[in-house]
């Protein structure tokens, strides 16, 4: 029995400490909200991964619906939406983000 789109969700939420959903790749960002996300992860020096909604027709439809939450690109840290481009935006500019993800990154080793 294959694992439905929602399983997979969770478990690629659950099994990467730090994950975006994005449109492109963190080489080859499709949009410039998912650049913006990528260029701050990069800058902070996060260990994370992506998946490309934009190749995952699937999850691109039902993430949103799962996370309630409704635009890309989304960053999970320990299981947790962070949010989009705005609100990372927002506390990398308040260095809020840094710390959320050193302690990622400590738990991932």
């Not at 439905?4 to 959903?21: G, R």
């Not at 190749?55 to 691109?60: A, F, K, L, V, Y």
Request: aromatic content about 8%.
């Amino acid at each position: 029995m294959s694992a439905t789109t929602i399983e997979i969700i969770k478990e690629q939420i659950d099994t990467n400490p730090i994950l975006l959903y994005m449109k492109g790749t963190p080489q080859f960002p499709m949009c410039g909200f998912s650049a913006r996300v990528v260029h701050i992860l990069k800058e902070l020096d996060a260990d994370f991964q992506h998946v490309n909604i934009l190749e995952n027709p699937d999850i691109r439809q039902e993430l949103p619906i799962y996370a309630k939450w409704p635009t890309f690109p989304q960053l999970y840290v320990q299981g947790e939406l962070i949010g989009g481009c705005d609100i990372v935006t927002e506390m990398y500019q308040d260095n809020e983000l840094q710390p959320i993800l050193k302690e990622a990154s400590k738990s991932a080793t």
